[in-house]
Protein backbone atom coordinates (compact mmCIF):
# COMPACT_ATOMS: atom_id res chain seq x y z
CA UNK A 1 0.00 0.00 0.00
CA UNK A 2 1.49 3.03 -1.20
CA UNK A 3 -0.44 5.02 1.98
CA UNK A 4 -3.90 5.18 3.81
CA UNK A 5 -5.39 8.60 3.84
CA UNK A 6 -7.94 6.85 5.95
CA UNK A 7 -5.13 6.47 8.58
CA UNK A 8 -7.38 2.96 9.84
CA UNK A 9 -4.22 2.26 12.25
CA UNK A 10 -5.39 4.94 14.27
CA UNK A 11 -7.15 2.89 17.43
CA UNK A 12 -3.84 1.07 17.58
CA UNK A 13 -1.70 4.37 17.96
CA UNK A 14 0.15 4.13 21.16
CA UNK A 15 -0.49 8.19 21.42
CA UNK A 16 -3.77 8.05 22.19
CA UNK A 17 -4.77 8.90 25.47
CA UNK A 18 -1.72 11.12 26.11
CA UNK A 19 -1.88 14.96 25.68
CA UNK A 20 -1.56 16.92 22.71
CA UNK A 21 1.03 18.84 24.25
CA UNK A 22 3.61 16.10 24.13
CA UNK A 23 3.43 16.04 20.61
CA UNK A 24 3.10 19.55 19.58
CA UNK A 25 5.16 21.79 21.16
CA UNK A 26 5.23 25.63 21.98
CA UNK A 27 8.53 26.63 20.60
CA UNK A 28 8.65 24.71 17.57
CA UNK A 29 8.19 27.32 15.26
CA UNK A 30 7.90 26.50 11.20
CA UNK A 31 8.55 23.67 10.11
CA UNK A 32 11.46 24.69 7.69
CA UNK A 33 13.15 26.43 11.15
CA UNK A 34 15.25 24.85 14.06
CA UNK A 35 12.95 24.54 16.91
CA UNK A 36 13.72 25.78 20.25
CA UNK A 37 15.85 23.64 22.90
CA UNK A 38 13.09 22.78 24.71
CA UNK A 39 10.88 22.17 21.90
CA UNK A 40 13.01 19.78 20.35
CA UNK A 41 13.54 18.20 24.27
CA UNK A 42 9.89 17.81 23.95
CA UNK A 43 9.75 15.99 20.97
CA UNK A 44 12.32 13.61 21.79
CA UNK A 45 10.31 12.54 24.35
CA UNK A 46 7.72 12.02 22.07
CA UNK A 47 9.40 9.92 19.89
CA UNK A 48 10.02 8.00 22.47
CA UNK A 49 6.26 6.77 22.73
CA UNK A 50 6.41 6.60 19.30
CA UNK A 51 9.14 3.61 18.94
CA UNK A 52 7.02 1.71 21.32
CA UNK A 53 4.03 2.67 19.26
CA UNK A 54 2.77 -0.72 17.09
CA UNK A 55 1.70 1.37 14.15
CA UNK A 56 4.83 3.76 13.55
CA UNK A 57 5.59 2.32 10.57
CA UNK A 58 2.10 2.92 8.82
CA UNK A 59 2.20 6.28 10.94
CA UNK A 60 5.11 7.61 9.20
CA UNK A 61 4.16 6.64 5.89
CA UNK A 62 0.73 8.50 5.63
CA UNK A 63 2.25 11.79 7.98
CA UNK A 64 4.65 12.59 5.79
CA UNK A 65 2.32 15.93 4.82
CA UNK A 66 1.56 16.76 8.36
CA UNK A 67 2.93 20.25 9.10
CA UNK A 68 3.65 20.54 12.97
CA UNK A 69 4.36 18.02 16.26
CA UNK A 70 5.68 14.31 15.87
CA UNK A 71 4.57 11.96 14.27
CA UNK A 72 5.51 8.61 13.11
CA UNK A 73 9.16 9.18 15.30
CA UNK A 74 9.86 12.15 13.18
CA UNK A 75 9.19 16.03 14.20
CA UNK A 76 8.24 18.84 12.11
CA UNK A 77 11.95 19.44 10.71
CA UNK A 78 12.52 15.79 9.72
CA UNK A 79 9.43 15.73 7.81
CA UNK A 80 10.45 19.11 6.58
CA UNK A 81 14.14 18.24 5.16
CA UNK A 82 12.47 14.74 4.09
CA UNK A 83 9.85 16.37 1.87
CA UNK A 84 12.23 18.24 0.30
CA UNK A 85 14.60 15.53 -0.71
CA UNK A 86 11.41 13.55 -1.97
CA UNK A 87 11.42 15.09 -5.74
CA UNK A 88 15.51 13.81 -5.65
CA UNK A 89 15.08 10.63 -4.48
CA UNK A 90 11.88 10.18 -6.19
CA UNK A 91 14.25 9.87 -9.59
CA UNK A 92 15.45 6.38 -7.97
CA UNK A 93 12.16 5.20 -7.50
CA UNK A 94 11.54 1.95 -10.11
CA UNK A 95 9.06 3.32 -12.78
CA UNK A 96 6.01 0.71 -10.81
CA UNK A 97 6.31 3.14 -7.68
CA UNK A 98 6.34 6.47 -9.79
CA UNK A 99 3.41 5.37 -11.90
CA UNK A 100 1.28 3.85 -9.00
CA UNK A 101 1.99 6.97 -7.27
CA UNK A 102 0.88 8.67 -10.49
CA UNK A 103 -2.44 7.20 -10.25
CA UNK A 104 -3.04 7.76 -7.05
CA UNK A 105 -2.74 11.20 -7.52
CA UNK A 106 -4.61 11.63 -10.27
CA UNK A 107 -7.46 10.32 -8.69
CA UNK A 108 -7.31 13.61 -6.83
CA UNK A 109 -6.79 15.69 -9.38
CA UNK A 110 -9.52 14.15 -12.07
CA UNK A 111 -12.35 13.96 -9.70
CA UNK A 112 -14.01 17.35 -9.62
CA UNK A 113 -13.63 20.21 -8.34
CA UNK A 114 -9.66 19.10 -8.81
CA UNK A 115 -7.94 18.79 -5.48
CA UNK A 116 -5.36 21.60 -4.83
CA UNK A 117 -1.99 20.36 -4.92
CA UNK A 118 -1.43 22.07 -1.32
CA UNK A 119 -3.87 19.49 -0.21
CA UNK A 120 -2.64 16.79 -1.94
CA UNK A 121 0.73 17.78 -0.06
CA UNK A 122 -0.39 17.75 3.01
CA UNK A 123 -2.32 14.66 2.78
CA UNK A 124 -0.10 12.40 1.11
CA UNK A 125 3.45 14.03 1.97
CA UNK A 126 4.53 14.66 -1.87
CA UNK A 127 5.32 17.69 -2.67
CA UNK A 128 3.46 19.62 -5.48
CA UNK A 129 6.04 20.00 -7.95
CA UNK A 130 6.92 16.63 -7.89
CA UNK A 131 3.03 15.28 -7.97
CA UNK A 132 2.36 16.90 -10.93
CA UNK A 133 5.78 15.43 -12.38
CA UNK A 134 4.12 11.87 -11.33
CA UNK A 135 0.45 12.42 -12.40
CA UNK A 136 1.92 13.99 -15.70
CA UNK A 137 3.55 10.66 -15.76
CA UNK A 138 0.74 8.57 -15.06
CA UNK A 139 -1.50 10.25 -18.21
CA UNK A 140 1.01 9.86 -20.63
CA UNK A 141 1.53 6.31 -19.93
CA UNK A 142 -2.12 5.89 -20.33
CA UNK A 143 -2.39 7.54 -23.21
CA UNK A 144 0.42 5.39 -24.43
CA UNK A 145 -1.51 2.07 -23.51
CA UNK A 146 -4.30 3.85 -25.67
CA UNK A 147 -2.31 3.97 -28.78
CA UNK A 148 -0.93 0.66 -28.13
CA UNK A 149 -4.14 -1.24 -27.61
CA UNK A 150 -5.68 0.81 -30.71
CA UNK A 151 -2.77 -0.90 -33.06
CA UNK A 152 -4.46 -4.32 -32.39
CA UNK A 153 -7.95 -3.04 -32.57
CA UNK A 154 -9.05 -3.97 -36.41
CA UNK A 155 -9.86 -7.72 -36.45
CA UNK A 156 -9.55 -9.06 -40.18
CA UNK A 157 -13.80 -9.98 -40.76
CA UNK A 158 -14.20 -12.86 -42.17
CA UNK A 159 -16.47 -12.78 -45.42
CA UNK A 160 -19.63 -13.86 -45.56
CA UNK A 161 -20.97 -17.44 -46.53
CA UNK A 162 -18.14 -18.97 -45.94
CA UNK A 163 -19.83 -21.34 -43.64
CA UNK A 164 -22.58 -23.68 -44.35
CA UNK A 165 -25.58 -21.97 -42.68
CA UNK A 166 -27.59 -18.85 -43.38
CA UNK A 167 -25.82 -15.40 -44.83
CA UNK A 168 -25.25 -12.56 -42.30
CA UNK A 169 -28.00 -10.18 -42.44
CA UNK A 170 -26.31 -7.06 -44.33
CA UNK A 171 -27.31 -4.28 -41.33
CA UNK A 172 -25.78 -4.40 -38.42
CA UNK A 173 -26.85 -5.76 -34.75
CA UNK A 174 -26.72 -3.98 -31.32
CA UNK A 175 -24.11 -5.84 -29.76
CA UNK A 176 -20.44 -6.70 -31.54
CA UNK A 177 -20.85 -9.08 -34.16
CA UNK A 178 -23.43 -11.68 -36.32
CA UNK A 179 -22.58 -15.29 -34.94
CA UNK A 180 -23.99 -18.08 -36.68
CA UNK A 181 -24.27 -21.00 -34.70
CA UNK A 182 -26.81 -23.96 -34.63
CA UNK A 183 -27.99 -23.34 -38.32
CA UNK A 184 -28.91 -19.75 -36.50
CA UNK A 185 -27.72 -16.08 -36.99
CA UNK A 186 -27.85 -14.07 -33.26
CA UNK A 187 -26.22 -10.94 -31.96
CA UNK A 188 -23.41 -11.74 -30.10
CA UNK A 189 -20.80 -10.17 -27.50
CA UNK A 190 -16.77 -11.14 -28.09
CA UNK A 191 -15.37 -12.22 -25.36
CA UNK A 192 -11.80 -13.05 -26.42
CA UNK A 193 -10.10 -15.70 -29.34
CA UNK A 194 -7.32 -17.82 -29.80
CA UNK A 195 -3.51 -16.78 -30.70
CA UNK A 196 -4.24 -18.02 -34.33
CA UNK A 197 -7.07 -16.54 -34.45
CA UNK A 198 -9.05 -19.30 -35.84
CA UNK A 199 -11.80 -19.88 -32.68
CA UNK A 200 -13.56 -17.05 -31.17
CA UNK A 201 -15.20 -17.19 -27.77
CA UNK A 202 -18.85 -15.46 -28.47
CA UNK A 203 -21.29 -14.71 -25.84
CA UNK A 204 -24.53 -15.70 -27.85
CA UNK A 205 -28.04 -16.38 -27.23
CA UNK A 206 -28.98 -19.82 -27.07
CA UNK A 207 -32.64 -20.35 -26.45
CA UNK A 208 -33.93 -19.03 -23.15
CA UNK A 209 -30.08 -17.13 -21.69
CA UNK A 210 -26.76 -16.45 -22.72
CA UNK A 211 -24.42 -19.01 -23.19
CA UNK A 212 -20.48 -18.53 -23.73
CA UNK A 213 -19.16 -20.55 -27.49
CA UNK A 214 -15.95 -21.02 -28.85
CA UNK A 215 -17.05 -20.18 -32.99
CA UNK A 216 -15.01 -20.55 -35.91
CA UNK A 217 -13.77 -17.08 -37.48
CA UNK A 218 -15.97 -17.56 -40.49
CA UNK A 219 -18.79 -17.72 -38.42
CA UNK A 220 -18.71 -14.69 -37.53
CA UNK A 221 -18.80 -11.32 -38.53
CA UNK A 222 -18.34 -7.96 -36.71
CA UNK A 223 -19.93 -4.99 -36.72
CA UNK A 224 -17.36 -2.87 -35.37
CA UNK A 225 -13.92 -3.48 -34.58
CA UNK A 226 -12.76 -4.57 -30.94
CA UNK A 227 -9.86 -4.97 -29.04
CA UNK A 228 -8.57 -8.29 -29.54
CA UNK A 229 -7.78 -10.78 -26.42
CA UNK A 230 -6.08 -13.70 -26.54
CA UNK A 231 -8.05 -16.63 -24.48
CA UNK A 232 -6.38 -19.63 -23.01
CA UNK A 233 -6.93 -22.71 -24.75
CA UNK A 234 -8.54 -24.49 -22.14
CA UNK A 235 -11.89 -25.46 -23.52
CA UNK A 236 -10.97 -25.24 -27.33
CA UNK A 237 -13.39 -26.79 -28.96
CA UNK A 238 -10.82 -28.76 -31.26
CA UNK A 239 -8.29 -29.54 -28.60
CA UNK A 240 -8.01 -31.82 -25.82
CA UNK A 241 -8.62 -30.09 -22.43
CA UNK A 242 -5.25 -31.63 -21.27
CA UNK A 243 -2.92 -30.72 -24.60
CA UNK A 244 -0.16 -28.12 -23.90
CA UNK A 245 -1.40 -24.83 -25.20
CA UNK A 246 0.13 -23.41 -28.31
CA UNK A 247 2.85 -21.08 -27.18
S1 LIG B 1 3.83 6.53 15.66
FE1 LIG B 1 3.71 8.10 17.23
S2 LIG B 1 2.35 9.66 16.39
FE2 LIG B 1 2.08 7.83 15.17
S3 LIG B 1 0.36 6.79 16.04
FE3 LIG B 1 2.18 5.93 16.97
S4 LIG B 1 2.54 7.11 18.81
FE4 LIG B 1 1.09 8.26 17.58
Redesign the pocket.
Known sequence: MLYDPERR??P?????G?PPGE?FADGGGTPDKVPSVDAQALWDE??K??RG????HQ??RD?LGEEYG????YDQRERYLIRAKLPKAAKRWPPERRLAWGRALSAYRDRGPAMPWIDIRRLTGIPASLAEELVTEWRTHLKAEEARQAEILRLPEPGPGQQDGPPFPDAKGRLDAWVRHNGLISDGYYQGETADGLWLLMNVHSGKSRVRKWVRREDVRFHYPKPKLIMEYEGRPDRARDEEPAA
Open positions: WWQAACRHFAKICCPVMCRTVWGG
